[in-house]
């Protein structure tokens, strides 16, 4: 058929030609069918697009009935042309009405074929439509003519989605250029409203020429960019190993390794042979590896692909001269970053841009960059797949961290109800703010402390502004969570003495690391685990490979020399565990002291109390512990047996009824009679009504959300604690075990205006 390369140079230019005369996209369509049959030596050739309504609509035909244009109708996976639309990938059949898939469209002219060729019109993975020639005698279609046709269609793709006579209704849905309000449902990762701009953390680049005018020319162009693309990388890698400019290494490492693939330079250089430009190349070897990966889901290809995407956008920056660096563009007024894909570092790179909100197609709640989301406290949502087809720079975006939702581009109406919301948002923060820096101090003369949970650094800048007493939990394991390695010894004693200097004469908790479950570090093998919640995690893990551990404990020995160090262990659920934590701890010590290291002027042990366990040896552990802290998260989890992040189950108890405010109730007694300084932890502490429960059974000290500080104090200041335990605690001893009124009671003396 097709003479390999040169016959489908010529047909791209001759497409080109019809392309830039002025014309309907239909008169268009009609001769570039006409050029490729003649050229394709077919007798038919065929444009199908998928409308919104999931149909493929006969757009353009040579060879078979014109009037079937605009009536004839496949849906997606219905017939050949269905089946490479539903696919995403080529059909070539020598004999196609005996084709299982086949099916038989009345009227067309299509009875007189043998021989189908198809590919999909593919943008940005996703298929806009499906291009076919058939032949009338039995033909076996080579490798040269799917490729040729294949280059046809990413053509095709442009003059569909650019064309708004085209576009318009028909390919809306997959138009990544579409300009309508949108409004969508994702999952919220940190709360809050953002109202703002987009701004593509990948800045899509707009491919403008696609057709080559001079093969050899743009062979080398691609062979200098994947050169320079190969040493730029190499260069980084060299220099450091930590993040630059916004680069970290592992993204780097795993870019890299796309970089020297001999198969995507090779795929890239056929397409040009075939007579694309070094840009449309690019675009569509990226184009096929994900409509395939969209076809066929798969996690370990996911992480692939953002990579490809992330080289292919380098690329394409480099090879039409623009800055690789998204960090160095000029930012709107309020951005609002929307990623596909975004790890934790790279939005620590966006620190001091006012993010007004984040975006990221993917990742859960638990995600790493969630953590770094709700630490810097900027209003997140993820798990909207595709949302960065469907969003340009500068679009007007509204994110709803509340429910989920998300306005892309959203009428006045929309805008007006969120900035009320945002205004109200404000002024209850400032009412909140104007109280941080005053006392906890109930009515009737009670004081509280209130601390603050911290995990990174980005978190201890609240310290002073939240009015926290202190950090009562610092989640050590998150800076692990973050990195791309194991932090070395000299970063780590750096980090927390960073830590210790910016708490001041303010006390903070360390907490030592809680990895294991579904706190995972990637660069060390977990077991594969059927309960990991009740698995090897926390303390236990610690213990049984304290390599790590070890480290850690140096460091914060280190990093505490001459102060006070508060040491805590999380997920401890025998004595034992704290004993055996404690004697490696003073290993430690005596090494470094040996060594010549200054070390802490004292040391405070303290348990975090997450396991039901050690309730029944409350007595012993108290005399043995400086503090103790309640893990309430977990607490309540192995309490009601109920995992803690399943949606199905989470709400089915209540802490503020019977067993658990007793169990919390007899924890306080215990370190009251022992003299233990007793804090709560958990979510559950910047529960309003929670708080006023807590408060009631002698609960006086509270670590929680640097955000949730200025309401809690608010609460506080507004409430008289001997009426709620009078209120609370008859409710607690009496055998009457009804937990319904006591959340109603507690709420009606909550201030109003909250
Ligand atoms: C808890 O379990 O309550 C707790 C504070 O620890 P984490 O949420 O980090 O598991
Ligand atoms: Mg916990």
Request: hydrophobic share 40%.
């Amino acid at each position: 058929m097709l003479s390999p390369s040169k016959g489908s140079r010529a047909l791209l230019r001759h497409i080109n030609q019809i392309m830039l005369q002025p014309s309907t996209a239909s008169e268009r369509l009609k001769k570039i069918v006409v050029q490729i049959a003649q050229t394709m030596v077919a007798e038919v050739c065929s444009v199908y697009i998928s409308s919104p309504t999931g149909k493929l609509e006969l757009i353009a035909t040579e060879g078979l009935k014109e009037n079937a244009i605009g009536k004839a109708s496949l849906v997606i996976g219905e017939g050949l042309v269905g089946l490479i639309a539903k696919e995403a990938k080529p059909v070539a059949v020598d004999d196609a009405p005996n084709h299982p898939e086949f099916k038989f469209l009345p009227n067309i002219g299509e009875e007189p074929y043998k021989a189908f060729l198809g590919v999909p019109i593919l943008r940005s993975g996703q298929t806009l439509g499906v291009l076919v020639i058939q032949n009338r005698v039995r033909q076996d279609y080579k490798e040269e003519d799917i490729e040729a046709l294949e280059i046809i269609a990413h053509i095709l793709s442009d003059l569909i989605i650019n064309d708004p006579t085209i576009s318009t209704d028909k390919v809306a849905a997959a138009d990544p250029l579409m300009s309508r309000a949108m409004h969508l449902k994702g999952s919220v990762i940190s709360t809050g409203i953002g109202i703002g701009q987009v701004v593509l953390h990948q800045q899509r680049v707009a491919v403008t020429k696609r057709i080559a005018e001079d093969i050899d020319y743009e062979t080398t162009r691609l062979k200098a960019a994947v050169h320079d693309m190969r040493d730029s990388i190499d260069k980084v890698l060299e220099r450091t190993e930590r993040s630059l400019q916004g680069e970290s290494a592992e993204i780097m490492q795993s870019i890299k390794m796309f970089a020297y693939d001999k198969g995507w330079y090779q795929r890239m250089n056929d397409a040009i042979q075939q007579g694309l430009t070094a840009e449309a190349a690019v675009e569509q070897v990226q184009s096929d590896a994900r409509a395939r990966l969209l076809r066929n889901p798969d996690a370990i290809l996911a992480d692939r692909l953002h990579d490809l995407e992330d080289l292919t956008n380098r690329m394409l920056r480099r090879l039409m001269g623009l800055p690789i660096d998204a960090l160095y563009r000029t930012m709107p007024d309020n951005p609002v970053l929307v990623a596909r894909h975004m790890g934790p570092a790279e939005l620590l790179d966006y620190t001091g841009q006012n993010l007004a909100g984040v975006i990221v197609e993917d990742g859960s709640h638990s995600s790493h960059v969630a953590i770094v989301a709700r630490a810097l406290g900027i209003p997140s949502i993820s798990q909207l797949p595709s949302v960065t087809d469907l969003v340009e720079d500068g679009d007007a975006i509204i994110l709803d961290g509340q429910e989920g939702d998300v306005h892309i581009r959203p009428t006045e109406h929309i805008i007006q109800c969120y900035e009320e919301q945002f205004k109200n948002e404000c002024l209850i923060r400032e009412k909140y703010s104007k109280i941080a820096q005053e006392k906890a101090l109930t009515k009737d003369g009670v004081s509280l402390r209130l601390m603050m949970n911290a995990g990174l650094l980005v978190d201890m800048g609240q310290l002073f502004s939240a009015g926290a007493e202190g950090v009562g939990l610092f989640r050590t394991e998150f800076q692990y969570m973050i990195a791309q390695h194991l932090p070395r010894i000299e970063d780590q004693v750096r980090n927390y003495a960073t830590i210790l200097d910016m708490a001041g004469e303010k006390p903070v908790v360390f907490r030592t690391l809680d990895i294991g479950g579904d706190k995972r570090l990637s660069y060390i093998p977990h077991p594969e685990e059927e309960n990991p919640a009740l698995g090897l995690r926390a303390i236990r893990l610690s213990l049984q490979a304290p390599a790590i551990f070890r480290k850690q404990i140096r460091s914060l020995l280190r990093a505490a020399g001459g102060r006070h160090l508060n040491l805590m262990f999380p997920m401890v659920s025998d004595i034992s565990e704290f004993h055996d934590a404690k004697k490696l701890v003073e290993r430690e010590f005596n090494y470094l002291t040996r060594r010549g290291h200054a070390m802490p002027r004292r040391i405070h042990y303290g348990v975090m109390l997450e396991v039901p366990s050690l309730l029944f040896v409350l007595d012993e552990l108290c005399k043995e512990i400086d503090f103790l802290s309640i893990g309430s998260n977990d607490l309540m989890q192995f309490f009601f047996a109920i995992d803690r992040d399943n949606h199905a189950v989470s709400n089915l108890f209540d802490i503020i009824s019977h067993a658990p405010l007793r169990a919390l109730r007899s924890i306080v007694q215990a370190c009251e009679k022992h003299n233990v300084n007793l804090s709560f932890c958990g979510e559950v502490g910047s529960d309003p009504v929670a708080l006023l429960a807590l408060m009631s059974i002698g609960i006086r000290e509270i670590s929680m959300s640097s955000r949730a500080i200025g309401r809690a104090k608010y609460i506080i200041q507004n409430t008289d604690i001997s009426q709620i335990e009078q209120i609370v605690l008859p409710i607690l001893s009496s055998s009457a075990l009804k937990n319904d009124d006591l959340r109603e009671k507690l709420s009606e003396l909550l201030p109003e205006n909250l």
